[in-house]
């Protein structure tokens, strides 16, 4: 499918006997308890029923059932993880260990349709009940978006389809006198809409799959109900037009091989992104390299020196071409973003972000074709070095430069830190060299300065909250401060 997507695209022409995967998340908020519930109902009915839907489905699809996304959630009746962070946030910077198994079931599966199981909605539209995306505008430029648009609502429309046809089965009043679901795309000018990959299904839309959160109504059996009876309706859509839907998938894919954008201007995508090492700190690089490696993004490593867009480069940079399949999802985690101030009033959530400034590495876009001898990067060896006789200096100049200086502290070894920030210790090279190895950095000998002070115990209070607009506050500062190793967290 990536070797040769017009291969794959003719094979799937002559050979409709095939199977396409799909993937259903189960309550990635803990509170959302319907998703689950319904996910076990669907389990129950293709692992023991036999009548001709269910054996239809199973022909023609592999299931991928993610039961629970979020068990800590669940148990704890929370909309956030054991963290205390929203899992449906974490999709860009994937700092968590269930978004992570989350990526990789995606990025091993590339499933065709993606439904994310969520509630509550109600009400959007008159007697309209629950919601279904496709969403409104506005949306990523870094999607495909014309291979999308041409699915995505007919499977929304299907989905409806099935749980109007169902409707008897309801019990509420809210549902007896429901007229349809609430489509954002078709309903709504704005305020719902698919521009921020940090929510599971928008970020499944880079792996081609047809994503569309789905919100039930209630929480209780008809909101169950309602669930099954949606993620039936998709998957009986997708068995009848698998052979165009997987074609179409995998043209996306093809676009991102050939370099071949029909849809967008010429240049919004970059020839490449070059990735600059600092020769002493190369862990933020490294970090953003193994980052992109596991979200199926190719890297490669220059062999010697090179040249691109009139600046000269060293041995050792990386490079991240476009000519590759998940071409949007490179660009939508690298690119420096777009002004869209004027272009729309409303939007359903957070719609900025920047892994080179939140992680301090640069990607430079580069618009000229180059030549650069590289090889591809499978692993990268994040071993750091000491050189010289002391003192030391720590630049404070990343998540892992702050980590080393506590990792330190913690050990009893003495650290001074100066007033630009930057740390020192007079400790022997055989006694800190443990840790640096660790860390990834590269420890060379300095003169502390006359303003450097001894790191002092410091006691750090935070305002733990139960969640404002959607967020526990106290969870990122936390989540940051374990990062950086602090001695002051208990």
Known sequence: MFKNPGKAQDWIENNPDFKVPIMINGSIHGTEFIGSDAVMQLIERFALENDETTKDILENNILIFN???NPDGRIDATRFNGEGIDLNRDFITQSQPETQETVALIKEWNPMVFLDTHGYVKNYAPNKQGLIEPCTVPHNPNYEYDLYEKWAMDQAEAMETEIM?????FTGSLYQSMEGTYIPQRDDAEGWDDYPPIFTPMYAMYHGAY???LEAPTNDEDGVRWMYDAIMGALKNATDNKQEMIKDQIEMFKRGINFDHPFH???????????????EDPTVTRKAVNHLQKNDIE????????TADGKSYPKGTYI???DQAKAGLVNTMLWDGEDITEDVDAMYDISAWSLPELWGFEAI????DFKVTATKVNQIQEQGSVSGKGPFLIPNSSVKAVNLANTLLQQGV????????????EAAANEISAAVKQSGLHIESAKVPADAVEVADLKVAILKDGGMNKAQSHSGTKLALKRLASPFLK
């Open 299 to 306: 890297v490669v490593q220059a062999s010697k020196a090179f």
């Open 165 to 169: 046809s169902n409707k008897e089965s």
């Open 67 to 69: 039961v629970v996304q």
């Open 414 to 425: 003495s650290v001074k830190r100066d007033s630009e920030g930057d740390f020192y210790t």
């Open 320 to 322: 991240v071409k476009m």
């Open 211 to 213: 994503g569309h959160t």
């Open 265 to 279: 201007e010429e240049g919004f995508f970059p020839t490449a992104y070059v990735l600059p090492v600092d020769s």
């Open 365 to 368: 876009a580069v618009q000229s």
